[in-house]
């Protein structure tokens, strides 16, 4: 006899997800509802933090590079924050929000040549999931493009889809960083999941495991002391 899903169990019990809280932005009245909606096409800019997080132990990385892409800029967020802090950017996106140029009005999977062999972004997480994309955000980046070096920020529990173990398995991050606080991706609180970067770097000595390490929030005084990292 098959053990029931945890779904199916789920489902049984009569419980529903948790409600979460969010903002009418006309009105600034909090209302409950059973999921935070999703913007057009993934959309949601990256928060602050967590680019000045990440460049705190990868910008010299991507000083190797003499320019890095960034594929899913979205209104530039990211970009303008690495741009602060040296590291030249090639921009791109399927939608023009306004990114600082030089910026390339594209879809990512048009790509067949990636402008930098180095690319960190946000990426639409229903390109990267299992459950929607299949991954094939990763796949094409890795495979198709063959990045040398690619960063994502992602919900620290995006490896744990069962569909995900074969492209794991065959191309596996070489780090990944859990940042130790929530990230507000909708100015609605802070997201319920913790996120993470996980980084892929063809450079980088293999291990039988990616490395692990864990993310502070970093403040803008200690962005200008940035220089260090792996």
Request: with cysteine; glycine share 8%; charged share 20%.
């Amino acid at each position: 006899m098959r053990a029931p899903s945890a779904r199916g169990l789920f489902n049984a019990t009569g419980k529903t997800a948790k409600p979460v809280a969010v903002r009418d932005e006309a009105t600034g009245v909090y209302s409950k509802v059973a999921e935070r909606p999703r913007k057009k096409d993934g959309f949601e800019p990256t928060p602050r933090e967590a680019t000045l997080a990440f460049l705190s132990v990868e910008r010299s990385q991507l000083l190797r590079f003499g320019a890095i892409w960034e594929p899913a800029c979205g209104d530039g967020a990211m970009t303008r924050v690495m741009i602060e802090q040296g590291i030249s950017v090639v921009a791109s996106d399927l939608v023009d929000r306004g990114a600082p140029s030089p910026f390339i009005l594209r879809s990512f999977y048009d790509f067949d040549r990636a402008p930098s062999p180095c690319a960190v972004t946000n990426p639409p997480f229903h390109e990267t999931s299992w459950g929607h994309g299949k991954a094939r955000w990763v796949t094409h980046a890795l495979d198709t493009l063959g990045l040398e070096y690619m960063a994502l920020l992602m919900p620290w529990s995006w490896p744990a889809a069962a569909g995900l173990g074969a492209v794991w398995d065959r191309r596996p991050p070489a780090r990944i960083y859990l940042m130790r606080f929530r990230l507000d991706f909708t100015g609605q609180g802070a997201n319920p999941s913790n996120h993470a970067w996980f980084v892929w770097d063809a450079a980088a000595l293999k291990t039988p495991a990616p490395l692990l390490f864990m993310l502070d929030r970093v403040d803008d005084r200690q962005a200008e002391m940035f220089g260090g990292g792996v």
